[in-house]
């Protein structure tokens, strides 16, 4: 189950969200969703990067009844790259709780070997989805 707290106007569906997560844990998920200006610090104060960013996970520590951890969205991004890559706002949230939730499940793209990218890329096949943000970055590059 996700726990939704929406420091926004904005409203979002968990229906997706919701089957997505139940398809990995039936662990407990919390999830944010806030403005830049929010996500800005808790980057800053959790990895000492002074800028905001468009998903952190903070996976929690593995005890009965314990939730598999916290999943922050700014909508910020969400609402940035959806217009810059030409989808829906609902796309680009799911496409950042993936991402999320995955770093939860103890995915890392930054240190494996593309185990994360494959993950991510058989998800937005299943559900349809636009590209992934490690295509997207790794096409920036």
Do not use: W
């Not at 217009?83 to 993936?98: M, R």
């Not at 890392?108 to 096949?125: F, T, V």
């Amino acid at each position: 189950m996700i726990d939704f707290e929406n420091r926004t106007d904005n409203t979002m569906s968990l229906e997706l969200l919701n089957r997505i997560a139940d398809s990995f844990t039936d662990r407990d998920i919390e999830l944010i969703l806030m403005d830049n200006k929010e996500i800005q610090t808790i980057n800053r104060d959790f990895r000492q990067k002074d800028q905001p960013t468009d998903v952190l996970s903070f996976p929690y520590e593995a005890m009965p009844m314990s939730p598999l951890g916290s999943i922050v969205i700014s909508l910020n991004y969400v609402k940035d790259a959806a217009q810059k890559f030409g989808h829906s706002e609902t796309d680009e949230f799911i496409l950042l709780f993936i991402h999320g939730l995955l770093h939860l499940l103890g995915f890392d793209h930054e240190c494996d070997e593309g185990e994360m990218r494959e993950k991510e890329a058989s998800l937005i096949q299943q559900y349809h989805l636009p590209k992934s943000l490690i295509v997207r970055t790794e096409e920036k590059n």
